[in-house]
């Protein structure tokens, strides 16, 4: 168990809103990234961070923001949600126990946007 | 453009035969490969992996084989269980910048007792 957990488990908003995910791990990994999976797509990056306030785009980025203000915490921000972005949701971290490094995902958060 | 392909999106094994998924990649500079297994409502987990330097990983009932020439990597189940049903995703990876894995869209794997 690599101590991650993603808050909240179940959401549905509505088109236009906020959304904030929240993803927290207690082992002080450096690495984190945020997925997510739709049928047919597999596993997307979203957003990387390599550090404290250090981040970077994936392949999916448009329509969502992170933040990382403390090591453990890696927040998933979508400014105004849309239907497009229904889907689940998993963090990630990277393990550290050489330079090739699986990685270890969190429960996955189920977003429904209305 | 996919750099990473799983051309089966679904497979279904009597249990105790053998599972194959394959794994198809373009990249040459990937060198590290890596099987995910996920079942539903739960997130994916580490299953087994193989450097670029080998051609095969063994651990237990599942191996990995690769074929940099061919540039495809198979995971081989061997007995099947029904408890294997999972999504098994590929990834894979390039050593140096920021350990970014690039995954397959999955295969579902169905084992019929």
């Known amino acids: 168990d690599a101590g991650i957990t993603q808050s909240p488990r179940h959401k549905v908003t509505e088109t236009g809103t906020p959304v904030t995910l929240r993803c927290h791990q207690t082992e002080n990994h450096r690495y984190m990234y945020w997925y997510r999976q739709d049928p047919g797509h597999g596993l997307r990056l979203i957003h990387y961070s390599y550090g404290v306030k250090d981040t970077d785009k994936g392949e999916v980025s448009d329509g969502y923001s992170v933040s990382r203000s403390k090591t453990e915490d890696f927040l998933l921000t979508l400014e105004s949600a849309t239907s497009s972005q229904t889907s689940v949701y998993f963090c990630?971290?990277?393990?550290?126990?050489?330079?090739?490094?699986?990685?270890?995902f969190g429960p996955g958060t189920r977003l429904t946007v209305l | 453009d996919q750099q990473v392909k799983q051309n089966s999106p679904s497979l279904s094994v009597q249990e105790g035969r053998i599972s194959i998924l394959n794994c198809d990649y373009t990249n040459s500079m990937f060198d590290y490969f890596l099987w995910y297994k996920k079942y539903p409502a739960e997130g994916p987990t580490f299953l087994i992996s193989?450097?670029?330097?080998?051609d095969k990983n063994e651990d237990g009932r599942f191996t990995v084989f690769l074929n940099k020439s061919a540039k495809h990597l198979s995971l081989h189940i061997v007995p099947s269980q029904p408890g294997d049903s999972a999504v098994y995703f590929c990834a894979a990876q390039a050593s140096g910048g920021s350990y970014i894995p690039t995954f397959g869209r999955g295969t579902s794997l169905i084992v019929h007792p």
């Open positions: 990630a971290i990277r393990g550290t126990s050489g330079v090739y490094n699986e990685q270890f």
């Open positions: 193989i450097s670029s330097i080998k």
